[in-house]
């Protein structure tokens, strides 16, 4: 209909320039998710990665990250909905990286054919992380008895009210082996040649920008307009394509705009979300940066 409308206001009044929509992608990476506790998943990306893809006349979709990693599900199935949308529409998809795209981050950023970064971005964290708290001797100094009752041997595994046990922290470990080495194959096969023979590639390191650019892992150091309007042209104008609204107006988590102070957002959740914000602040505390 907008194509429609467009053809129909005589050329001189028309806005010249290619239009390159614009997805903000942002936030830890978890199912999940709310106004209290916003995250970046494949439900709450969806629709803008559709409307985005839908721009008849652009040539490319960018897409903005800025993400500290978290679920290794969401990020693949995200990185997969980019791909498949940008074979389907037959759009070029760029990347820029912001303040970092790091672990499950940069896990959607290989969705990119190509991505830029700024020189003190932060890029990488090729690895898998699993992370908890446990409580065993909280429970006897309050008097807490805990009571589990299984059908099957490994049913409470890595339960956080017992003591950690080798044989239940080697199956978790071969878990994440597996896990790491499908992220290994995505970044080869969409870095393929590209990429710096270094042995800490796979490390879980993390690196600046500019030293991500020596190693592969990205293209060029670049922001997103001075990019796009070097390679469209003076005239590129850049869309934000906007989350849809949620109760009271609100964005949906994980597009579009920056999430609020964690304090503020501590007080608001209630106790019950105060140990996954704390988890949430962690991931970006690996990086130097706070949530």
Not at 228 to 256: C, I, M, N
Request: without cysteine.
């Amino acid at each position: 209909m907008a194509g429609f409308l467009k053809r129909l206001v005589p050329k001189k009044f028309r806005k010249e320039g290619v239009v390159i929509p614009v997805v903000r992608l942002q936030g830890a990476i978890m199912t999940g998710g709310s106004q209290f506790r916003p995250a970046l998943n494949l439900a709450g990306v969806a629709t803008a990665l559709d409307k985005a893809f839908a721009y008849k006349d652009a040539p490319a979709v960018a897409v903005s990250i800025n993400s500290p990693g978290g679920s290794p599900v969401q990020s693949r199935l995200i990185f997969q909905r980019i791909r498949d949308l940008a074979a389907e529409k037959g759009k070029q998809v760029l990347v820029f990286v912001e303040d970092v795209a790091a672990s499950g981050g940069y896990m959607i950023a290989l969705a990119g054919d190509e991505i830029f970064a700024d020189p003190t971005s932060i890029v990488g964290s090729i690895g898998v992380v699993s992370g908890g708290f446990g409580f065993p001797e909280m429970l006897k100094k309050i008097g807490v008895e805990r009571r589990v009752y299984t059908a099957g041997t490994n049913k409470a595994i890595l339960d956080p009210f017992q003591p950690e046990r080798e044989n239940e922290i080697e199956y978790l470990k071969s878990l994440q082996l597996e896990i790491h080495q499908v992220f290994i194959d995505m970044v080869k096969a969409r870095r393929g040649a590209r990429l710096a023979a270094d042995p800490d590639l796979f490390s879980g390191l993390f690196w600046t920008g500019t030293r991500g650019r020596a190693l592969g892992l990205v293209d060029g150091l670049s922001d997103m307009r001075s990019e796009l309007k070097r390679r469209y042209g003076p005239k590129t104008r850049l869309e934000l394509v906007s989350a849809p609204k949620g109760l009271f107006g609100r964005k949906t988590p994980g597009v579009g705009g920056l999430s609020g102070d964690m304090a503020e957002r501590i007080g608001s959740a209630g106790v019950a979300t105060v140990a996954d914000l704390a988890e949430e602040k962690a991931l970006w505390g690996r990086f130097g940066l706070s949530g």
